[in-house]
């Protein structure tokens, strides 16, 4: 039996159960591959090759209906390579969320950009920390419960000329997210158009123990507010991450209007010429959630942690009954700090970000 033969009574066999006339598939225009999304295009060929579909000849394919095909996302070689900030100059990147238009996720990206870099340059980091434990029966050492809580705010009020901040690079990605490379020029020129940028996160933790059982909450939150003269404009974000044990909850909003989750599992290309370090003890975040979630998280988390060195003033409190100890400890610490970006790394859909 020929291949062509072959051809036409599978496509007999499917017309017959999808319901669709024989004669329409031969009215498709070549043309239509054209209006296919290049990356379902892509994933298409190699389905063919593995399937060895391309051994049947003229066979063509319906227009697909599909929107978004989510495959392994490839970022630029410029995000893994960024420039080095020095006393003159601070780069910094800005990432919009997975799934926007084109068009907002550019000014959100941008915005996220002069937020990073107003925490990068000046800011003033609190916190507090409470280590609550209660144990009954001291000589059995039994613990009943334990709760540990820490609660850290940074802000920054950073005002710079425009025409000290530039966008050199820029890309979108196949998921819908916009990432520019902004550089700001610390040495200002004179001029008369200024931004503030205004920037207050939180990242607050709190770990519970009780009778052997363990429960975890933890809430990332970051906010950026623009104000430019004398064109009086005003933009904002807020991002905010909340996790319940394996629970996560994301809310992002630009310019007062809710930015919609994407709803997929977001992966990425590990860049074939990286050279990865070794090291299970660096910081990291999975990828899944896209690359401003990671990003975001690494940040904060990195300067909390920067942040424990910090001078301390430190209170206790305790009470001793006959069966029963309570112990409270809390901490208090507040710092001015700045930092610069050294690199990114992917590793098995994880991010890793190096700070100094």
Not at 8 to 28: D, R
Not at 112 to 117: E, M, V
Not at 202 to 212: A, G, T
Not at 255 to 272: F, L
Request: net charge negative.
């Amino acid at each position: 039996m020929s291949k062509y033969r072959i051809y036409f009574i599978l496509i007999g066999i499917l017309s017959i159960l999808i319901g669709i006339p024989p004669a329409l598939f031969s009215q498709i225009s070549p043309q239509s591959e054209n209006q296919t999304d290049p990356h379902y295009s892509k994933f298409k060929a190699r389905f063919e090759k593995g399937m060895g579909l391309q051994e049947i000849a003229d066979l063509e394919t319906p227009t697909s209906n599909i929107n978004h095909v989510f495959l392994q996302t490839e970022l630029p070689q410029w995000v893994f390579n960024l420039p080095s900030s020095n006393q003159n100059v601070v780069y910094a990147l800005g990432i919009s969320d997975p799934g926007m238009t084109a068009d907002s996720a550019r000014l959100l990206a941008i915005l996220r950009a002069k937020a990073i870099l107003a925490i990068m340059n000046h800011s003033k980091i609190s916190g507090l920390t409470d280590y609550y434990i209660s144990e009954k029966d001291l000589k059995s050492g039994e613990v009943l419960s334990s709760v540990y809580q820490e609660f850290n705010k940074i802000i920054s009020d950073f005002t710079f000329n425009i025409a000290d901040f530039t966008i050199e690079k820029e890309a979108f990605t196949n998921n819908g997210e916009h990432i520019v490379l902004a550089s700001l020029n610390t040495t200002p020129q004179a001029s008369n158009d200024s931004v503030t940028i205004k920037s207050l996160a939180e990242v607050s933790v709190s770990y519970i123990k009780r009778n052997n059982k363990h429960s975890t909450t933890s809430r990332t939150e970051l906010m950026g507010d623009e104000k430019e003269t004398p064109k009086n404009l005003n933009n904002n974000f807020y991002y905010v991450v909340k996790n319940s044990n394996k629970q996560i909850k994301i809310l992002s909003n630009f310019n007062e209007i809710a930015v919609p989750n994407a709803g997929e599992i977001m992966t990425y290309k590990t860049p074939t010429n990286q050279v990865s370090i070794d090291d299970t003890s660096r910081l990291s975040c999975t990828l899944q959630h896209g690359l401003w979630h990671a990003f975001s998280y690494l940040i904060l988390k990195k300067v909390v942690l920067d942040f424990q060195d910090s001078s301390v003033d430190m209170s206790s409190l305790s009470d001793n009954h006959t069966l029963v100890k309570q112990n409270i400890n809390r901490v208090l610490n507040q710092k001015e700090v700045s930092f610069k970006m050294l690199g990114l790394e992917i590793k098995n859909n994880l991010l890793y970000l190096d700070l100094e």
